[in-house]
């Protein structure tokens, strides 16, 4: 079955430390996004990509990078940068990027500062 | 700038009777509106969506929504709420114009539904 898939479900950074989250699709989607949900605000758009090697970033990038080398693949990296980095993470991904298409989501990844 | 308003944190209905989740928007132009329902530690699920034609837009598990241009709104409504229901609710929406295809979610309201 298609999907996206991210990992892992948890993960505990360390002060200082970077960590980079996985998300892959074999849907053949063309865009994939980050975005990052804390209680009470919703979700906040991190980066984004619609096409590989190219990539925006969106509301809250800072502290944040991504890579798009592949059409499946759009890792994040969380770095040493973003001082408040605890929050659920939340990977998807659209057919096209245009179009009434509504995104398809992986399962999230839980960050911890520890 | 796209923008979704959902004015309630949380809405409790008992089991058996109609619930509404409401969703009010703000685009330049014409909009793409969705809804997504998420489970405790789980991404969130697709339930609907209007992109034209008729506003009444049936869903999954029995959800529909009411797109209202008028009053740009499109509230998640159901006639009957099952226990199963208590989650979180996410309104969205997208610019038909927009050259990305950004969705703007709003803050989530969680369902409480109760025996």
């Known amino acids: 079955d298609g999907g996206i898939t991210q990992s892992p479900k948890y993960l505990f950074r360390k002060e200082g430390q970077n960590v980079t989250l996985s998300c892959e699709q074999n849907?053949?989607?063309?865009?994939m996004y980050w975005y990052r949900q804390d209680p009470g605000q919703g979700l906040r758009l991190i980066y984004y990509?619609?096409?590989?090697?190219?990539?925006q970033k969106g509301d809250i990038a800072e502290g944040y990078s991504v890579s798009r080398e592949k059409k499946e693949s759009f890792p994040l990296t969380v770095t040493s940068a973003q001082k408040n980095p605890t929050a659920f993470y939340l990977c998807?991904?659209?057919?096209?990027?245009?179009?009434?298409?509504?995104?398809?989501f992986g399962s999230g990844t839980r960050l911890t500062v520890v | 700038a796209q923008s979704v308003a959902q004015p309630e944190d949380q809405v409790n209905v008992a089991e058996g009777n109609p619930l509404t989740v409401k969703c009010t928007y703000s685009?330049?132009?014409?909009?793409?509106l969705f809804w997504y329902v998420q489970y405790p530690n789980r991404g969130l699920q697709f339930l609907l969506k209007?992109?034209?034609?008729?506003?009444l837009v049936k869903g999954s598990y029995g959800f529909e929504a009411e797109f209202n241009k008028s009053q740009t709104s499109f509230h998640l409504k159901k006639p009957s709420a099952l226990v199963s229901d208590s989650a979180l609710y996410f309104c969205?929406?997208?610019?038909?114009?927009?050259?990305?295809?950004?969705?703007?979610f709003g803050t989530g309201t969680r369902l409480q539904v109760t025996l």
């Open positions: 998807a991904s659209i057919r096209e990027s245009t179009g009434g298409y509504g995104y398809t």
């Open positions: 849907l053949n989607h063309d865009a």
């Open positions: 990509s619609q096409i590989v090697n190219d990539f």
């Open positions: 685009v330049s132009g014409n909009p793409y």
């Open positions: 209007y992109i034209t034609g008729d506003n």
């Open positions: 969205a929406v997208r610019d038909v114009g927009g050259t990305a295809s950004k969705l703007t």
